[in-house]
């Protein structure tokens, strides 16, 4: 699901039953303090903080270091963040008009940096739902 950056009515029940919640941040102080803000609110209302994984996302040419602030920051708030991050290029959002996915740029070294990512993020899904099975 795709939704605010709050623990709306809506919100809540479906990370209750999620094995991952996926938050999307960008590098700037105003997407992050929200984002952290919502990710408590979760850990707070009985999500389990393991199940909670930060994207950094956005991030413009020469923002390495903004980019790992932001992670260091997320990381110091005890949450997890994907190693790596996703830039702004506007190879996303085009490959995105065309009904394609962050992995199906025209360019493989975008693509590649999008699949690293979502392989990280697929290993820590696995990892959540074998917990969730071992502790049923």
Not at 33 to 38: D, G, I, N, R, V
Not at 87 to 101: E, T
């Amino acid at each position: 699901m795709d939704g605010k950056a709050f623990a709306d009515t809506h919100a809540l029940p479906i990370a209750q039953k999620s094995d991952l919640i996926i938050i999307p941040v960008g590098i700037s102080v105003d997407d992050l303090e929200p984002s952290l803000k919502l990710a408590v609110e979760f850990a707070n209302k009985g999500i389990d903080r393991a199940s909670i994984v930060f994207v950094v996302c956005r991030v413009p040419d020469k923002g390495d270091k903004e980019a790992m602030n932001t992670r260091a920051s997320i990381e110091a708030w005890n949450f997890s963040v994907v190693r790596g991050w996703i830039p702004m290029k506007s190879a996303y959002s085009q490959a995105m008009d065309k009904g394609l996915s962050f992995t199906e740029t025209p360019f493989k070294s975008l693509s590649d940096k999008t699949n690293k990512i979502i392989e990280q993020l697929f290993n820590k899904a696995t990892e959540q739902q074998t917990a969730k099975q071992g502790s049923a």
